[in-house]
């Protein structure tokens, strides 16, 4: 079993993190494409698979300031 879950994609990111998930890091490495990479826990496939089918229902206010957070992440470090 992986340690960790890596996603580039922003929207499952935010709703990761929403969802309390524990971001370990950003990898900028690739200067294209950031890397999502959470830690793995027991809901997190859930979470993601919830995600992908278009049920994962999140609070509009913390999936918004999350989606700035990553952002900020992003282009700001």
Known sequence: ???????????????????NAVLAKVD?????RAVFVF????ELPSLVELFWAGEL????????ENTKRL???IYGD
């Open 1 to 19: 079993m992986n340690d960790v879950y890596e996603t580039s994609d922003l929207g499952l990111a935010a709703a990761l993190l929403t969802y």
């Open 28 to 32: 900028k490495e690739n200067p294209k």
């Open 39 to 42: 830690l793995h826990s027991i």
């Open 57 to 64: 229902e999140v609070n509009a206010l913390r999936y918004f």
């Open 71 to 73: 952002k900020s992440r």
